[in-house]
């Protein structure tokens, strides 16, 4: 079963706009959030991360808002630009560094239209 | 930056072929994963390794073998190929203290 899932599967937004996606997990041992950029034709790369001791971590224009509670996050981009269009992964994993395995969610494909 | 390089970048096989796909880390990273990536589906782990000589179960391992030859090289082996197994497949590589993945360009397989 897809323990991260993903949503919406695709989006599209105005250049300038903000972008939210959405992301919700099964299993409340995972403590580690990282969100993943991939371009067309190119490897998915590491983009923002958090943890979950922190409901809100912030890098420019990307920030991850984080709710334990509901076992829910999201990636907010704003002032979105038709250089971020790009499919987003959402991942967790259990624990930092060892064996630790991340778990993708099925990705957002995101277009910004200018 | 890390640098992963993945061969072929594309192929194209035969139900029933043999097939092998290369990966080379050339940044000392201890862990090596093999990914594959559908639509709907997102990556998926096959395999990963800790190690030369280290061989771990993935998610999806069914129809895969690995193998990790030294700490820069990790194979992946269809060896009876079938259209379900057509895909982009990734490898990523990382140090054992850090969670960052670092990602190949990826191998897209065609199984006829």
């Known amino acids: 079963q897809q323990q991260v899932r993903q949503s919406p599967q695709s989006l599209t937004v105005w250049e300038g706009e903000t972008a939210i996606l959405n992301c919700s997990y099964e299993?409340?041992?995972?403590?580690?959030f990282p969100w993943y950029q991939q371009f067309p034709g190119e490897g998915p790369a590491l983009l923002i991360a958090?943890?979950?001791?922190?409901d809100k971590k912030e890098d420019g224009r990307f920030t991850i808002f984080f709710n334990k509670r509901e076992k829910k996050l999201s990636l907010h981009i704003t002032d979105s630009q038709p250089g971020d269009s790009a499919t987003y992964f959402c991942?967790?994993?259990?624990?930092?560094?060892?064996?630790?395995?991340?778990?993708f969610g099925e990705g957002t494909k995101l277009t910004v239209s200018s | 930056e890390a640098a992963v390089t993945q061969s072929p970048r594309n192929k194209v096989t035969v139900t029933g072929g043999n097939v092998t796909l290369s990966c080379r880390q050339t940044?000392?990273?201890?862990?090596m994963y093999w990914y594959r990536q559908d639509t709907g589906h997102g990556l998926r782990l096959i395999h990963y390794?800790?190690?030369?000589?280290?061989?771990q179960i993935g998610d999806v391992p069914d129809g895969y073998k690995a193998t990790r030859t030294t700490q820069e090289d990790f194979f992946l082996l269809l060896e009876l190929a079938s259209p379900s197994q057509t895909s982009l497949y990734f490898c990523?590589?990382?140090?054992?203290?850090?969670?960052?993945?670092?990602f190949g360009a990826g191998t897209r397989l065609s199984v006829l």
């Open positions: 940044n000392s990273h201890n862990y």
């Open positions: 390794s800790y190690g030369a000589g280290n061989l």
């Open positions: 958090i943890r979950s001791v922190s």
């Open positions: 299993n409340s041992a995972f403590d580690y």
């Open positions: 990523a590589s990382r140090w054992d203290n850090q969670n960052t993945l670092y």
């Open positions: 991942a967790a994993s259990k624990n930092q560094g060892g064996s630790a395995k991340l778990i």
